[in-house]
Each structure stands twice: as C-alpha cells, then as structure tokens.
C-alpha cells in the first residue's frame, strides 16, 4: 500500500485563539503538510511539537536559527515511548525535514535520556521545511516510516516572516519491514538492557538489507557489514561505547548494501524490459514476414484463378467455333455469300476476345507494378523509369567514405528484400554512383563496393544471386551538378532498377 502526505495548513496569525495550532495534521491513511520558510539569516526562532494520535502526551520545542549557509536546529522532547511499543522492528526516533517539493531528509536520531525525554542538535541546508518524527527500525533510513509520532506547531510568539508551502511526499507503509517475523518475535519487545541500542539497530539492518536482495545484488558490501557486526556483537556486552561505535558504521553500511540493491535490481529490470522489447521486435517482424508470405500465396492463387479462367474462356471459344463449323458444315447448301459473312463475323469477334484479353493482362502488369512502387516507395524513393522502377539509396545509409552499411540501411534493405520475396520472378540491377570529389579510381573502387554490399546484403535476406547484377559507375553519371554541396549529395546514392516480366507493361523484362 503506498501512503502520500496530506499536510493541513493552519495559519499562524490565528492570534486570538487560546492554543498554539499546527503547520501540518497527520491522519494514518492520508497527509498533507505545510513547509515553512525561515528568512535568510533572520535570527532565531521556536516552534513547538505536539504528539500524533499514536504518541498524544509527547510534547517538545525546536529552536530554528538561520545562518550563512545553514540553518541551526535544537529539539527537546518529553514523553517519549519506547519505539517498540508499534512493533518489535521499530527500535528508535529520527526526526525529519520535508520539503515543498515533498523530499524527506533525515536530520538525525533522538537521543534518549535515561527517563522519556529526548534531544538532538543538526544543521541542513535546507531553508523552507516541515519537521516531523517517526518510528524507524535503524537510524540510517532514507524514507520515513508512517509511524509519524510527532509534528511542529507554530506558537503565537514564533517570530520572523513565514511562508507556508503546499507539499506531499510519500511514507513507507507500517509492516514494510516485516519480513521475518520469526527475527523480531525472538528479539521481542523488552530489549536486554545490557546490549546497546544501536547492536539492535544494527541487526535490524543488516536483515532488511539481506531480505531486500543484498546477498546476491551488494554482496561485497553486505560481507563487509556481517564482519563488522561480529567485532559489534564481541564488544556488546563488555565494551559499549566501542559496541555503539561499530554498530552504528554496521548500520550505515547495511542501509548501503540495501540501497545498492534497489538501484541494481532497477537496473536488472530495465535490462530485461529491453530484452522483452527486442523479443517483440522480433515477433514484429515474423507477423510482417507472415503477412508478405500470406499476400504472395493470395497473389499466387488470384494468378492461377485468372490463368483457369483464361482456359475456359479459351475453350468456351474452341466449342463455339466446331458449333458454327458444323452448323456451316450442315448449311452448305446455302448461299456461298451468307457463309461468308459468317466466316468474317466470326473472324471479327476472335480478334475483339483477344485484344480484350491482351488488354486485360496488360492492365494487371500495370496494376501490379503500380502497387510495387508504392510498396518500395513507402521504404526509399522510388520512380518510374522506362528500365524498370528505380529505388534511390542514399549516401547518407553509408559510412562516409566506405561501403559498410548503417544499421538503418540495413533496416530499409530488410523491406525491400521482403517485397521482392513476394513477387517472385522481379530482377534486380544494383549501381552505386559517387560525386566528382576524390580520384577517378577510387571513385570507381567505392561504387562498385557499395553495390557489391546491397547485393550480398540482399542474397543474405534470401534473394537469389542469379537475379542480380551490379555495377559502379562511380562519377561518370551525375544527376545534378557537382559544383553544390546539394548536387554533390543527390550525385553519392546507390539505385536499384527493379524489372520482370510480370510488371513491365509488354510483358518484357527491361533492358
């Protein structure tokens, strides 16, 4: 469950009211705050705290000082519970800054007196906050709990200028470290009061960092803290300024070894969404190459209905004609000029079937060779010519200099090939062309290796080697003038001719 702030405002100036009122209220399931903005070297001022529903006789003041640089904070704190007393994980108090922009920052833990009073003495370099305490397993936490026991409250005497800032930030959900309840219910609430606080808070520690992933994600750094915890555990009972001491480095460092591993298991999850990206990518383009086998066999089946078609048709004329033969043959007897009359008719309406016919199939070639420039041209630039249609590659898909092709080349190739595939029997004539710069020879050199490359590019995609031919013209066939570094540009290009019989519009394969 994710819990946002709720922090409602209650103005300061509210004078003429008998009881101090507070910068923000806290609610267990929704809060909202008010960060405070103290003025710039404004001199010193106070606040009050006033205990939340979960602690509501704690009590305690803060003195706020700004200075160059900093701002000065001292708190002072009465009836303070035991933490343990929300569950057995929580072992101490951190006081913590909120920002307008809703960022926590732990200030510090409370250092408990020997009855329920509490203190602590920091700076930040924060300037505009809201101030709240919590309940916290370690003192090294970078994200509050929702156990907030405590909030400052603006007193009528507070002084200087106060800005009031509207601001959320998000609490960690009481339970969220709960993960071995086993750990916690041997540890138990009542606490050996020969062992320090802060080996408790180190235990605390080093389990969640282990229960988060640090075993396998920070392993270094977890190793490095379970060392340090055994020298912290040898001195607990007989040395315990030197037990303190470690524990506390144990516990910064476990809370590393546990932050080390949030940041590498997002990490391990954007490298695996990205793999789950490139596996789509690929089942992309199986359904795209599907699809282009699927619109070939429709072609395929279309091609032999017409040729069947055609047949009968074809037929149907042969049976006519041994039907009006024989009819003829039956009719001798009449007059020689009516037989031929038929004769002509008949001659006629052959003659009218088969331009019908021819123009038929002429008008699919044409059809069917409209179709493929818009396919090509919907990958590269693509025109008509009287070779066949011309596919323009342009020098910017290659290395300058080279014939290597860019990845993207490789990507509008990929189409290509895939549109040839499904038009069996088309023919490909590759010419690489350079612009008039650099010597005749390795101008030469350079396009005969460019379309040498698209060629071999292509025989790797599945086109048959025999279906095409290259050649370098290098900077004998300019289309525009070389004196511009534009004309120079559309001059570097590689141009595929695509021909075939079934789209030439005489049924001829172009010269």
Do not use: C
Not at 179 to 201: F, G, H, S
Not at 366 to 371: E, F, M, N
């Amino acid at each position: 469950m994710k819990i946002t702030t709720a922090l409602l405002f209650v103005a300061a100036v509210a004078a003429a009211q008998e009881t101090p009122q507070p910068i923000y209220r806290v609610t267990v399931v929704d809060r909202t705050t008010h960060a405070v903005n103290y003025r710039h070297r404004a001199g010193e001022t106070s606040l009050d705290f006033k205990g939340t529903a979960l602690m509501p006789e704690a009590r305690g003041t803060a003195r706020v000082e700004t200075k160059k640089g900093y701002t000065d904070i001292e708190v002072r704190f009465d009836k303070v519970g035991k933490p343990t007393q929300y569950g057995p994980e929580y072992l101490t108090y951190v006081l913590w800054a909120i920002t307008p922009e809703g960022r926590p920052a732990n200030l510090g833990e409370l250092v408990i007196g020997n009855g329920d009073d509490a203190r602590l003495h920091v700076t930040t370099e924060l300037q505009a906050f809201g101030m709240i305490v919590t309940a916290e397993p370690y003192f090294a936490v970078t994200q509050p709990s929702d156990v907030v026991v405590m909030e400052n409250i603006v007193r009528r005497d507070t002084e200087g200028t106060i800005q009031f800032v509207e601001a959320k930030y998000e609490l960690l959900p009481r339970g969220v470290y709960r993960y071995n309840p086993t750990l916690w219910e041997r540890q138990q609430v009542l606490l050996d009061p020969k062992i320090p606080n802060a080996v408790y808070q180190a235990r605390n520690a080093l389990a969640i960092a282990q229960s988060a992933g640090a075993d396998k994600y920070a392993a270094d750094t977890l190793e490095k803290a379970r060392r340090e915890m055994q020298n912290a555990e040898a001195f607990a009972t007989r040395d315990e300024r030197r037990a303190i001491q470690i524990a506390r480095q144990v516990t910064q460092t476990a809370e590393d070894a546990r932050l080390i591993t949030l940041k590498r298991r997002e990490e391990e999850d954007l490298a695996l969404e990205r793999a789950r990206a490139q596996e789509r990518e690929a089942q992309a383009k199986a359904t795209a190459d599907e699809e282009a086998r699927r619109r070939a066999e429709a072609d395929r089946q279309r091609l032999a209905a017409q040729e069947e078609a055609e047949r009968a048709a074809r037929q149907k004329a042969d049976a006519e004609a041994a039907q009006r033969a024989a009819a003829a043959q039956a009719a001798q007897a009449q007059a020689q000029a009516a037989q031929a009359q038929a004769e002509a008719e008949r001659a006629r309406l052959a003659a009218e079937e088969a331009k019908k016919l021819r123009d038929q199939a002429q008008q699919e070639r044409l059809a069917l060779r409209q179709k493929l420039q818009q396919q090509l041209n919907s990958v590269l630039e693509t025109r008509e010519s009287a070779r066949g249609l011309i596919v323009s590659m342009p020098d910017v898909l290659f290395d300058f200099g080279k014939y290597t092709l860019k990845p993207e080349a490789r990507e509008k190739l990929a189409k290509i090939s895939g549109i040839v595939l499904a038009n069996p029997g088309l023919k490909l004539e590759v010419e690489g062309h350079t612009d008039s710069i650099g010597s005749e020879q390795f101008n030469q050199e350079l396009s005969e290796k460019r379309a040498a490359a698209v060629r071999d590019y292509f025989v790797a995609q599945g086109l048959k080697a025999d279906d095409i031919v290259t050649r370098g013209f290098g900077k004998t066939q300019p289309v525009a003038s070389n004196d511009t570094s534009q004309g120079r540009q559309q001059n570097r290009r590689v141009e595929m001719v695509v021909s075939g019989a079934q789209i030439n519009p005489r049924g001829e394969v172009g010269q």
